[in-house]
């Protein structure tokens, strides 16, 4: 007799556990309802009268009043009442913020936000979220009240790079200016001088950039402490200086912030600028002799081969001053040999947009600047292929001379004469439209883009998409349909010259297009066309899955009566017995058509379903029809070969004629 341990009982009693399911509370009338509201707020007070200093209640109890029975004035009630148990929890207020948000009531939601950042002032994430949903709601003018009325507390520096972020987005060059201003004064240290100095560099006005440079250096000079980013600051400031020509400027910055009878630095200081001045002297001043030997090189190099671009930019980069402007353009006087795209012709290009911006940033001179895109246009006429960062970069220049008419003329030339549609050139110009709000115009560029993939073969399906996408953005949802209908009946007459699958990106775009605006008797429709025109266990599957994702009439609804924001989907009988129906057509079809392994396939999606949704029974029914493996045998050239065939329960054996063979079989041995 062996010994049962207590591992082997707790294991069966696992197994055999019985699965309790909760009874259905249901509603039947006005009176069940008010007994049933008056149960659960009972339930509700008690547990807070039992500990108040669970917010977990509060928050479940609000919650429950706005999902259940759509009383927002209650659920605000319980959150004002939890607030005055302590006015100090800041979940709890995240929690009341977003529950306003969430249900677009924007005036309230601002009044919290108000409450909050007045009550607990130096709490981050309050404002962080007021910010967030101002500028959501486009109010940009009161977010900069905010990031104002913010830095009067005296928050963390993430404050102000976050207001600097904010009118970065916008463009708004003036303003951050000024935010810097007001930033370096509260907090004057190197790094906060540092991401000023970046921005400027990063738009390269010249002047401007010197007196960043000047005004740092003086300041942290005058603080009279120790700060580790001013000798970074000195180096950058001499390389920058050198950079633009200047280089007994930038010599003598170094020599005078070394002379140690005009400052006093720490020893640490002073190693790291003797060290910083030492890497300079090596990099920028000791190498002249070696950069013109090289720069020698080169010169020879593309005087032997003008078409050595690798060269050419070297030497570009080797060159300082009118020497920069005379190597770039002797650069772009040669095209290469090559009559296909590769990379020279790339880096070729790339010379020509440095050529047109050098003439625009560096040397001022637009009609210059003008005039070398027009050449680089010109010169690639009549190729076989095109560049859309050319026309791109030519379109951007003449934005900034503000000739907007010009530009467009640009993108329509670059569309007209472009060999095969140029995504990056389309995207670009509707991007630009875009920002004008020129629906129509936007309109007609789609037109265009997709008559160009239709004609040139290109991914006319994917444009057809991106159109879609665009009308979806205005709400043009009839447009969105015909686009569909428009694309399914171009890959219908094989016109797209693609081979689309049954369960390409077309097909499931627009089903769940259609789910998106409960057109679900449509999305049918569609997928009865589907299963009759093709033979693909996918649809098949897709279908029946597709039933039980969206609502049933009851919910659907619910939802039309009530002012939800979104559908929640609880999956039900009638939901599942419309997906089992497809499984049982799925497995009908396959089985007229003899396709045995796609019944299979079938049997396996089914059960997966009922393993997830369905229940023992359910699964059962399932698992019986799947079928056996059995070994066959069958005689081709003489040669019998085995082979295995799936035998399906419904399919029984012919007993008559099993009979009659083995009669046969039994004559032919005697």
Known sequence: MSQITSEEIIRDSYNQRVKLDKPQETIQDIEELRSFQLKKRREFEQQINLNRLNFGVWIRYAKWEVEFNHDFKRARSIYERALQVNIEHIPFWINYIKFELSNNNINHARNILDRAITTLPHVEKFWYMYVQAEEALQDYTKVRTLFRNWIDWRPSTGVWDSWINFEKRYDEVDNVRDIFRKYVTEVSRGEVWMKWINFEMELGNIEIIRNVFELSVDTLLKSNREDEALPDIVLQFSIWEYKQQETERANEIFKLILDKSKFRFTENQHMKFSTNYYEFERNYRFSDDVAFKRKLKYISNVESNPNDIDSWWTLISLSQGNETLTNLEKSVSTSPPEQEKTLVWKRYIFLWIKLAFYYEFSVKNIEKARETWIKCVEMLSGKSFSFAKIWTNYADFEIRQN????????????????????????????????????????????????????????????????????????????????????????????????????????????????????????????????????????????????????????????????????LEVEIEETQKEKSRKVFERALNHFKTENKNEERLIILQAWKSYEMDLGDNESLSKVEKKFPTIAKRTKTEDNITKEYLEYVFPEEKPDINKFLQNAKKWAAAKS
């Open 403 to 566: 000739d907007l008419a010009q530009a467009r003329k640009i993108m329509g030339r670059a569309i007209g004469s472009m060999i095969k549609p140029k995504d990056k050139v389309f995207k670009y110009y509707i991007a630009l439209e875009k920002k004008l709000g020129e629906w129509d115009r936007i309109r007609k560029i789609f037109e265009k883009w997709f008559e160009l993939s239709l004609i040139k073969s290109s991914s006319a399906i994917k444009v057809l998409l991106t159109y879609v996408d665009f009308e979806k953005e205005l709400g043009e949802l009839d447009r969105c349909e015909n686009l569909f209908l428009l694309g399914l009946k171009l890959v219908d007459n094989s016109i797209t010259g693609e081979k689309l699958t049954p369960y390409d990106l077309l097909y499931t775009s627009f089903i769940n297009y259609y789910k998106e605006n409960f057109e679900y008797d449509k999305a049918r429709s569609l997928y009865e066309q589907l299963i009759s025109e093709n033979d693909d266990v996918k649809v098949w599957i897709s279908f029946a899955n597709f039933e039980s994702s969206i609502p049933n009439e009851s919910q659907l609804m619910d939802f039309n009566s009530n002012t939800q924001t979104e």
